[in-house]
Each structure stands twice: as structure tokens, then as C-alpha cells.
């Protein structure tokens, strides 16, 4: 097969091409470095079977020329930080809507028939039953972020029933571990980095939310895609439990031996404007395919801090 990955430098898009390699597809990475770093491929060096090309998914002729001859997309590429959306108020319309767009575009125009597509938990908002199923409504996101992923769902499932594509979307918990570029675990250390005294928690530290590990999440994805048959195939990927963030402040500091800081909280239930404080998947439909997390979000966090630590400390 060969497989066209949106940011697949990045965190989870390398994790996924470091599988797909693996086991013997050609691959095809199309990412714009903006969040992606080529040293997370490095190690595929000289492989034939992986191509990579810095170019932009808001380049409808670029994106339309990188699918011809492709036999399936993984559309990864997104803005990965939501709060970056509350100053720059488009970023997040061009970067997941417009290039979900353009990505279904280019599907059309070259024939290719199959995406699976990167989507969130933060689409269902606030006012949804937690843990939180597929079928929850209102769906009603609270941030822009969720928002365009919801759009971009949306356009998945139009060109589905309007072109006859067939698609996976996959609704993800707080992914983490080593190569991680962004959350609550990178921003923990970096501000250790810069300050040892005290580390700053955003909100009241009681936000308690399901981490799951990168490599089980791809485990899940290649799972769901082989064994998913529908015209239009959407599952949660998380654990079956969740974690306060307090207790995440804890792990960072012991492992980085910074015991004696002080935690300062912002205050209020919320991290940030958008910010969902309760969030926890319902995986019965993936469990029921035969996949389940093997790591607890705690066992989960506690393996990312070591990978991060290791990476940045």
C-alpha cells in the first residue's frame, strides 16, 4: 500500500509512519515543519520507501499532486496547540477546516478513496454525558479549536456521501510520550527549565482528563482501519480513566528532582478560555473491535514524563 501522511513529522504522524514502514508500505510524508521535525524520521534515512514533502495542505495544487498514485490517506496535520486559536482567531479555520478541506479535494480530483482523519474530544464540548460516547449530543465545542475539527468531520462525511469515499475518523483522548512537541507534560518542563522555585498550573489543577500513550494510540488506529467496515467508521481512542492534572504536576517535579517547588494555580476550573475541565472517552465501540488500553492514564503520564525528561531536561 502506499499511504500519504498529513504532518507526519510530527508527534503522532512520525509514531504512525515509524509503524507503517514497518510493516512494509511505501509512505509518503506531507508536512510543513510548522510543529514537525525532520529529526523524528531521521532514522528511516536512505529507506526507499519513504518520501518527504515540506509543502503546505493550504496548497491545493501541492497536496492534489503528493495524492496521485496514493492508495490511502492519514490526515494528521492540525494545529496542535488550542490556545494558540484565542490571539490568531483563523489559525485554526485554515489549518484543520480549510486543509481537511483541501485534503478531500485533492482525494477527489486523483481518485483516491480512503482517509482516516485525526479528530478530538474537545468537539463535544462541555454539555455531553462523561465518559462520553460517540453518539453524544448536543455536540456543541467550546473552543476553536474544536470547532474546526467538528467542521472537518463534517466535510469528511460529506464527501463520503456525496464521492464515495470511505473514511475513519478517530476521536482522540490527550495523547503522549516521547517525541511529544506540545501539552501539559512539555509545558511542565520547559517552565521548570526556566524556573526551578516554582511551577505554574494553569487553572485549579482539578481539571482530570484520559492520557493515553502514543504507541497504543497507533496500535488502536491501525486496528480500527483493518477491522472497520463501514462507508464512514468514528470511535473514541483514550483509556478507561482519567488523571488531575495536580497529580501531573507532581510526577514532572519528582522526576526531575525539583521536589521543593512551589505548584502556584491560576485559579478557576478552567486552564484556559476553551479549556474542558472533565473530559473521558466511552471506548466500548473500539473494545469491542478488540482494542483496549493497556496503560492507565497514570501509567500513561508516568512513561511520558520519563520520555520527555529524558528528551528535554
Excluded at 162 to 171: C, E, M
Excluded at 213 to 223: N, Y
Aim: proline share 3%; hydrophobic share 45%; with cysteine.
Amino acid at each position: 500500500m502506499r499511504a500519504l501522511v498529513t504532518g507526519g513529522a510530527g508527534f503522532i504522524g512520525s509514531h504512525l509512519v515509524d509503524r507503517l514502514l514497518a510493516q512494509g508500505h511505501e509512505v509518503v510524508v506531507f508536512d510543513n515543519l510548522s510543529s514537525g521535525r525532520t529529526e523524528f524520521l531521521a532514522q528511516h534515512a536512505g529507506n526507499p520507501r519513504l518520501s518527504i514533502l515540506h509543502a503546505d495542505l493550504l496548497d491545493l495544487g501541492a497536496i492534489t499532486r503528493a495524492i496521485v498514485g496514493v492508495d490511502a490517506v492519514w490526515h494528521l496535520a492540525a494545529n496542535p496547540d488550542i490556545r494558540y486559536g484565542m490571539e490568531h482567531t483563523d489559525w485554526d479555520l485554515k489549518q484543520n477546516a480549510v486543509a481537511t478541506y483541501n485534503v478531500l479535494e485533492a482525494m477527489r480530483k486523483a481518485g483516491c478513496k480512503r482517509i482516516a482523519f485525526a479528530s478530538t474530544s474537545t468537539i463535544y464540548g462541555e454539555r455531553v454525558a462523561v465518559p462520553t460516547p460517540e453518539d453524544a449530543a448536543p455536540v456543541l465545542p467550546i473552543s476553536l479549536y474544536g470547532a474546526s475539527k467538528l467542521a472537518g468531520e463534517a466535510y469528511v462525511s460529506a464527501f463520503v456521501g456525496t464521492f464515495g469515499l470511505q473514511a475513519w475518523i478517530f476521536r482522540f483522548a490527550n495523547i503522549i510520550g516521547p517525541r511529544g512537541t506540545h501539552g501539559v507534560i512539555v509545558d511542565f518542563v520547559e517552565k521548570l527549565k526556566k524556573d526551578r522555585t516554582r511551577l505554574e498550573v494553569l487553572g485549579d489543577g482539578r481539571q482530570s482528563k484520559s492520557y493515553l500513550m502514543v504507541d497504543e494510540l497507533v496500535d488502536a488506529m491501525l486496528l480500527v482501519v483493518d477491522r472497520a467496515k463501514e462507508p464512514i467508521n468514528v470511535y473514541n481512542l483514550g483509556s478507561s480513566d482519567a488523571l488531575e492534572v495536580r497529580r501531573i504536576a507532581e510526577l514532572v517535579l519528582d522526576r526531575t528532582g525539583q521536589r521543593g517547588a512551589r505548584i502556584a494555580y491560576t485559579g478557576g476550573a478552567r486552564g484556559w478560555a476553551g479549556d474542558v475541565p472533565r473530559m473521558l472517552l466511552d471506548t466500548t465501540a473500539v473494545n469491542r473491535l478488540g482494542w483496549k488500553a493497556k496503560r492507565t492514564s497514570e501509567e500513561a503520564v508516568r512513561e511520558a514524563v520519563e520520555a520527555i525528561v529524558a528528551e528535554r531536561w
